[in-house]
């Protein structure tokens, strides 16, 4: 509990720093604000339009500025474990973005400092707080479809998103970068029981012909400690132009007492305009007809930023002030989550079904 104030640090200030950071600068309780970002400008840019008190090129720098109690870590995923480990070693809470690292030793490394130094770390798999999501939960927790025996989730979008991220960093494949959190929501749906095996399949294409060795299309079944068969699909080769600016979904739960089924593809509220749509992702990216609701993270309104990141950033800030439990990731899991993605790319490159945990 820290009810004099917080002073928060975000590392990168990226499209999702920059949320992070807008946020933080309109919580009540954050009394202070740093940015640090590699690129200098970019930083101070930042710190400028949400009002930091402080902004630096050396993430170093941030982290142990003696105002900053908590941090928020907003690197590219490959940049992830230095930052988190300087700030628990400093004994610091950390939210870090999804996943928590790229390798199970990176993961490790962090678990390890973690329980040496005692401090807090949660990982900011942001689908457990959209609203449907956490309606779904909380129907789990009253036993209403008894012992779930299976379910499916799959997610697309389209190359035009695909392509921004595999230019920003060649292994953010969808798999790790986007089914991931579909890992992340089945385990929390099923907490407690946790993948033994996986078997799965992609198939190549124009990722390829890019250059890129992403699949087009990856779907796998992932059979759980109970026995319990989770079918979990993704494909981010949709055509350029294709209506979703971020995520459309849809989950499937079946049980013994109840069956459960989650559309989030958002063809409910579709807008075309001549004028162009903007894409939050992708900003040289317009489309004419989109489907609203769809963007990963939220979505501005009258003034404000709301949806899922923003829940979970006002959630962990809240925390941090008021001691208050969260439904935020746990390193453990993140871990789980990252190991079950690179089964599943495992067991596509080799055909061959594949144990976890990993050895």
């Known amino acids: 509990m820290n009810r004099n104030g917080l002073g928060i ?28 970002d590699r690129d200098l400008g970019r ?59 790229f390798s199970l030793p990176d993961a490790d490394r962090i678990l390890k400092t973690l329980r040496e130094n005692g401090g807090e770390l949660r990982v900011g798999y942001s689908r457990r707080y959209k609203e449907c999501f956490l309606r779904a939960k909380e129907q789990m927790l009253q036993g209403r479809l008894g012992k779930v025996v299976g379910g499916t989730a799959r997610v697309y979008n389209s ?10 960093d060649p292994h953010a494949t969808p798999v790790i970068d986007v089914l991931t959190y579909y890992v992340d929501l089945m385990c929390w749906f099923l907490e407690g029981n946790r993948p033994v095996e996986v078997v799965a399949r992609g198939q190549h294409g124009i990722f390829k012909e890019a250059g890129f060795g992403a699949h087009d299309v990856t779907w796998a079944i992932v059979t759980f400690a109970d026995g319990a068969v989770i079918n979990l699909g993704v494909s981010y080769a949709l055509p350029a132009r294709y209506p979703t600016l971020g995520q459309s979904d849809r989950v499937e739960l079946l049980g013994t007492e109840g069956t459960m089924i989650i ?5 409910d509220h579709a807008l075309y305009s001549t004028r162009g749509i903007p894409h939050a992702y992708v900003p040289d990216h317009q489309v004419e007809f989109a489907f609203l609701g769809s963007n990963t993270a939220g979505d501005w309104a009258v003034g404000d930023f709301w949806g899922p990141l923003a829940n979970e950033t006002r959630a962990w800030l809240d925390h941090l002030v008021t001691g208050a439990p969260t439904v935020h990731t746990t390193p453990m899991q993140a871990r789980i989550n990252l190991e079950t993605t690179l089964a599943i790319e495992q067991a596509v490159a080799t055909g061959q079904a594949v144990r976890l945990p990993l050895d």
């Open 263 to 267: 559309d989030d593809d958002h063809m």
């Open 43 to 101: 930083a101070r840019a930042l710190t400028e339009h949400c009002g930091a008190h402080f902004h630096t090129a050396n993430n170093e720098e941030a982290i142990a500025h003696p105002d900053v109690t908590a941090v928020i870590v907003s690197t590219p995923e490959q940049q992830h474990t230095a930052p988190i480990l300087q700030a628990l070693s400093l004994g610091k809470p950390v939210l870090v973005e999804k996943p928590i690292g």
């Open 9 to 36: 640090a975000v590392i990168g200030a990226g499209r999702i720093g920059t949320l992070r950071a807008r946020l933080a600068a309109k919580h009540p309780s954050v009394r202070f604000l740093a940015i640090a």
């Open 159 to 168: 190359r035009a998103q695909a392509f921004a991220i595999l230019k920003r």
